[in-house]
């Protein structure tokens, strides 16, 4: 996956996706407003063709980059265990 970071400051940040769609951009906008101090997380597709924008800023000097790292170590887990409940399921 490429990202290219556009804006990156201590709370605040602004990330273009390239090639994702929103499928991907949801489950990740989701996980991070489970976070309590992420305050806005968004992400903007202009036009079917461009590149998904996340945006996201944080509180009490939680960093934008730790919260998306979280963000996606608590999705890849969640995919883990859902790989896990299938792979156990007799056939």
Do not use: W
């Amino acid at each position: 996956m490429e990202i290219k970071i556009v804006e990156l400051e201590k709370d605040r940040a602004r990330i273009f996706f390239v090639g994702e769609g929103h499928t991907f951009m949801n489950a990740l906008v989701d996980e991070l407003l489970q976070d309590p101090l992420v305050d806005v997380a968004q992400y903007l597709k202009e036009f079917h063709f461009t590149d998904p924008e996340l945006v996201v800023s944080t509180l009490e000097g939680r960093t934008p980059l730790d919260a998306i790292t979280d963000a996606c170590t608590n999705l890849a887990a969640s995919c883990d265990e859902l790989l896990s409940e299938i792979r156990s399921f007799p056939q």
